[in-house]
């Protein structure tokens, strides 16, 4: 059933819709607030999709590497999953927003696909010294209006991705 449901986050185009503005990107900022806490190395603890968790602890270990405004996310493996930059505005209330890289499957024709990196609209947060959660709204269940989410939660009908990160 995970399997299922992870493949469903990876499935399909993420292109947005014709009649959908694009999500306008957070403000950029200096190397100060936000970007500070960000980084070094994360090992992702917990994915959450549909309100479920979709791996077994300790999650899926994958690493994200923030350095200043560029990001990484490597597989345990040390495959390449997405890199790119990043913008962050905020905090407000302990929220920050992020425009944050993450690696699709598209399909390119019959039972062919390719990986995609595209920009997703997330918010962040810090929890203590060495956690981190960030939450964003998957990118092929995005529904008309929604941009960002405004908390960090994944239920059964928000279409929201929760992912749990320590410091490495």
Same mark, same amino acid.
């Given at each position: 059933?995970? %399997?299922? #449901? !992870?493949?469903? #986050? ?5 292109? &947005? ?7 306008? &990107? %957070? ?5 100060? =607030? ?10 992702? *603890? ?12 300790? =999650? +899926?270990?994958?690493?994200? *590497?923030?350095?200043?405004? +560029? !990001? *990484?996310?490597?597989? &345990? ?28 499957? #598209?399909? +390119?024709?019959? /039972? ?17 010294? /060495? ?10 269940? #995005? ?8 908390? !960090?939660?994944? +239920?059964? *009908? /928000? ?10």
């Amino acid at each position: 059933m995970r %399997a299922a #449901i !992870f493949a469903m #986050i990876l499935a399909g185009s993420a292109a &947005p819709a014709a009649d959908e503005p694009p999500v306008a &990107p %957070a403000p950029r900022l200096k190397d100060d =607030g936000p970007l500070d806490q960000l980084k070094g190395t994360w090992v992702e *603890t917990s994915v959450q999709y549909f309100g479920q968790e979709l791996f077994d602890p300790p =999650g +899926t270990s994958n690493l994200m *590497t923030f350095n200043g405004t +560029t !990001f *990484t996310e490597l597989m &345990p493996s040390g495959k390449l999953l997405a890199n790119g930059e990043i913008a962050v505005a905020g905090p407000k209330g302990g929220v920050f927003q992020v425009d944050l890289p993450k690696a699709i499957l #598209i399909r +390119t024709g019959p /039972n062919r696909f390719a990986i995609k990196t595209i920009t997703v609209a997330a918010i962040g947060r810090f929890v203590g010294q /060495n956690q981190l959660q960030l939450c964003y709204y998957d990118p092929d269940l #995005i529904l008309p209006g929604q941009k960002r989410p405004e908390k !960090f939660e994944s +239920t059964t *009908t /928000n279409g929201a991705v929760l992912i749990t990160l320590k410091r490495k």
